[in-house]
């Protein structure tokens, strides 16, 4: 990620250009925390598949989305992001884990205690993975072009960076990601290809 290369974490020799160096900078990664809640039993809280879960929250509340039994699985999907999602990963997965719970039984009641199997339940933790920093990239204001300087070829089309935060329509997700994997891979194809260099 973008993060990992502005941070210094991987290290090029030579360095990467000033221009791809301040686009590193101009993605950062934010976070959005998901969750997967299992179902405890047959009660799916008069929640169609794929029916948001949501309370109207007031300023300076933080809001927390949920998407009931996608594709019919027995589990829900809980989203929270933001300055609020950054706090509880820094809390432990248990603090997490509360919350989900909380706002689930501020819109379902103790019903919703007995619904999940809250043992079970499963957090992405990609804020302190080491590997990530993050979940998906944003532009800060002023530097949407550094999607498109990112993803420019380099050494001769030999070194080409890829993933969602080059995608200059499909950042942040796994689309934008394998599409631009997929364009860094020929074009270094092409580049190393006898009769190029």
Same mark, same amino acid.
């Given at each position: 990620?973008?993060? $990992?290369? +502005?941070? /210094?974490?991987? #290290?090029? %020799?030579? !360095?990467?250009?000033? @221009?791809?160096?301040?686009?590193?900078?101009?993605?950062?990664?934010?976070?959005?925390?998901?969750?997967? $809640?299992? +179902?405890? /039993?047959?009660? #799916?809280? %008069?929640? !169609?598949?794929?029916? @948001?879960?949501?309370?109207?929250?007031?300023?300076?509340?933080?809001?927390?989305?949920?998407?009931?039994?996608?594709?019919?699985?027995?589990?829900?999907?809980?989203?929270?992001?933001?300055?609020?999602?950054?706090?509880?990963?820094?809390?432990?997965?248990?603090?997490?884990?509360?919350?989900?719970?909380?706002?689930?039984?501020r819109l379902y009641g103790a019903r919703a205690r007995r619904a999940i199997d809250w043992d079970r339940a499963l957090v992405s933790c990609w804020g302190s993975d080491p590997f990530s920093l993050g979940?998906?990239?944003?532009?800060?204001?002023?530097?949407?072009?550094?999607?498109?300087?990112?993803?420019?070829?380099?050494?001769?089309?030999?070194?080409?960076?890829?993933?969602?935060?080059?995608?200059?329509?499909?950042?942040?997700?796994?689309?934008?990601?394998?599409?631009?994997?997929?364009?860094?891979?020929?074009?270094?194809?092409?580049?190393?290809?006898?009769?190029?260099?």
């Amino acid at each position: 990620p973008a993060s $990992l290369l +502005a941070a /210094g974490a991987l #290290r090029f %020799d030579p !360095p990467l250009p000033p @221009g791809h160096q301040e686009a590193l900078h101009g993605l950062p990664l934010g976070l959005l925390t998901k969750f997967i $809640l299992p +179902a405890s /039993g047959g009660d #799916r809280l %008069d929640l !169609p598949p794929f029916a @948001g879960a949501e309370r109207r929250v007031v300023e300076g509340e933080t809001r927390m989305t949920f998407v009931a039994w996608p594709f019919g699985r027995p589990h829900l999907e809980g989203f929270l992001g933001g300055d609020h999602a950054w706090a509880l990963e820094r809390e432990g997965q248990a603090a997490q884990v509360a919350h989900a719970r909380e706002e689930l039984v501020r819109l379902y009641g103790a019903r919703a205690r007995r619904a999940i199997d809250w043992d079970r339940a499963l957090v992405s933790c990609w804020g302190s993975d080491p590997f990530s920093l993050g979940a998906y990239s944003y532009a800060r204001p002023g530097a949407a072009g550094a999607r498109a300087i990112l993803s420019a070829p380099l050494a001769d089309g030999r070194l080409v960076l890829a993933g969602e935060h080059c995608h200059p329509d499909l950042a942040g997700t796994v689309g934008g990601a394998w599409e631009t994997g997929e364009a860094a891979a020929a074009a270094v194809a092409t580049a190393l290809s006898p009769g190029n260099g």
